[in-house]
């Protein structure tokens, strides 16, 4: 065979690769997960990547949904997002959303033997 017949057939191979790699990646998306496994918690003191499948699977701590998601009435309810009430500036009714993170996570890590120091979780 000649070099061109070659690097033709490669090129189309190539091309039919690709093709079926687009394909198939849109056609089988991986399912996203009820619940989160990782959330970036954004912070002017540093951002904290706080692994969410780690606390609650039961490879990891086990920590109970409600134990954080104190908004939870029934089992199976969906909890309400942090900031929703939590706001960054909030002095008003419920604490800031900083100030209710670090009595929650550092209480539960003084108690259980996690990261208290600020660079342990304010890491990125």
């Known amino acids: 065979m000649e070099v061109k017949q070659e690097r ?9 690769m690709l093709v079926m790699g687009v394909v198939c990646y849109a ?10 496994v ?7 003191g540093g951002n904290v ?3 969410h499948k780690e606390h609650v699977a039961e490879s990891g701590y086990e ?7 104190h908004d939870i009435e029934n ?9 929703e ?4 500036d909030d002095e008003e009714e419920s604490p800031k959303r900083s100030d209710a993170f ?18 342990q979780c304010h890491a990125m």
Do not use: N
């Not at 033709?8 to 039919?16: G, K, M, P, T």
């Not at 056609?27 to 989160?36: C, I, L, Q, R, S």
């Not at 920590?63 to 998601?69: G, L, M, N, Q």
């Not at 089992?75 to 900031?83: F, H, L, N, T």
């Open 85 to 88: 009430c939590h706001l960054p």
């Open 102 to 119: 670090h009595s929650q996570c550092k209480t539960c890590h003084e108690e259980g033997g996690g990261p208290v120091d600020c660079a």
């Open 8 to 16: 033709i057939i490669a090129y189309c191979l190539a091309a039919v």
């Open 63 to 69: 920590i109970a949904c409600v134990d954080c998601h």
């Open 27 to 36: 056609a089988f998306p991986e399912k996203t997960p009820e619940e989160p």
């Open 38 to 44: 990782r959330i970036m918690l954004k912070s002017t």
């Open 49 to 51: 990547l706080f692994d």
């Open 75 to 83: 089992e199976g309810d969906k909890p309400s997002a942090c900031g």
